[in-house]
Structure formats: structure tokens, C-alpha cells
């Protein structure tokens, strides 16, 4: 309880918000702290800490932990560091946890796909004049007006297919 109300407060859905975690660590062989670490980083970051808001981040970091190479501590540990620019560039929780699914075993641990992500964000969020140029040829304002319209896995496709089409290296894109 100590835990939940250093992260969420002393509020009503304390007791709540303590058995949702107990439960996601149990099924996620992770401990309470882990599990709070997590659902705490991404309700704050995205403004809304109830206990539904937190049943909704645990199920998500359960299906992440299913679905990708990563353990529940891991994803806890590692998804803190992208939540406040996912947010920042609307992208949704649940494009963030599939990012994290998807890239667990392919890109390496939950940690090196956050600092993957975290990379890209920082290339969405401050863009060189090559991804500005890309962002504005295909039509849009800027790099969070394009995932807002297209979501983050096709910005990422759209950015790919600029960088094919131009001939230009991807990595000019995002160094």
C-alpha cells in the first residue's frame, strides 16, 4: 500500500489501484513495486490514474508480456522512459505497448526497443531538415499531426516508404 499511495496518492481507488497491481504481478511472476512502476509511469503521463485507467495499463503490459520476449519487470523498468513522449506525440497506450511487443525479440530486450523508440520520438519531436522535408512532402504539418492521422505504425511505414521512393538512407531521416 506504501507503494500505491507514494505513486497514485492516498485516494479512494487506493485499495483498487493495490489489487490491481498484486494481481498483474502475480500473473506477470513480477512484483508489486514492477507493476506499479508501470501503470503508474503510463496513467500519469497520459493524466488519468484511476483504477480503470490502471486495470487498462496492466492488461496492457500482460498482452505485451504474451505477445513479445520481455518479462513483466523488464517492460516495467524500460516502458517508463518512452510514456511522457508517447503522450506528448499522441501516440496511444496502445500503440506504445505493441511498439514494445513487436520489437521485444526482434530489435533486442524491452529496454534497447524503448531506446529505440525514445530515438524516434526525439527525431518526431525535434526533426532534422530531412525528416521535416519528409514530413512536409507527404503532406502534413509535422511529425505528431502525421501520427495523429496515421497512427505510429503507419508513420513509421510512411517515413520508410518516403526514404525507398527519395532514395534517401532512413538513418538520414532520424540522425
Given amino acids: ?101 513487436a520489437g521485444t525479440g526482434v530489435i533486442g530486450s524491452a529496454s534497447e526497443v524503448a531506446t529505440k523508440l525514445r530515438g524516434a520520438q526525439q527525431a518526431f519531436l525535434a526533426p532534422n531538415a530531412a525528416m521535416t522535408k519528409a514530413i512536409t512532402e507527404m503532406g502534413y504539418q509535422s511529425a505528431q499531426a502525421m501520427i495523429e492521422q496515421e497512427g505510429l505504425g503507419n508513420t513509421f511505414l510512411k517515413i520508410a516508404e518516403y526514404a525507398e521512393d527519395t532514395n534517401t538512407p532512413i538513418t538520414d531521416l532520424y540522425t
Fill in 1 to 101: 500500500m506504501y507503494e500505491v499511495v507514494s505513486a497514485f496518492g492516498d485516494g479512494a481507488d487506493a485499495m483498487k489501484i493495490l489489487r490491481i497491481n498484486s494481481k498483474a504481478a502475480k500473473a506477470g511472476l513480477a512484483s508489486i513495486p514492477d507493476t506499479i512502476k508501470m501503470t503508474s509511469a503510463v496513467t500519469k503521463a497520459w493524466g488519468d490514474t484511476s483504477a480503470e485507467a490502471v486495470q487498462h495499463v496492466a492488461d496492457l503490459g500482460l498482452k505485451t508480456v504474451e505477445l513479445g520476449q520481455t518479462t513483466l519487470p523488464e517492460l516495467a523498468t524500460s516502458v517508463q522512459g518512452v510514456t511522457l513522449m508517447s503522450k506528448n506525440l499522441s501516440i496511444t497506450q496502445e500503440e506504445l505497448f505493441a511498439v514494445m511487443a
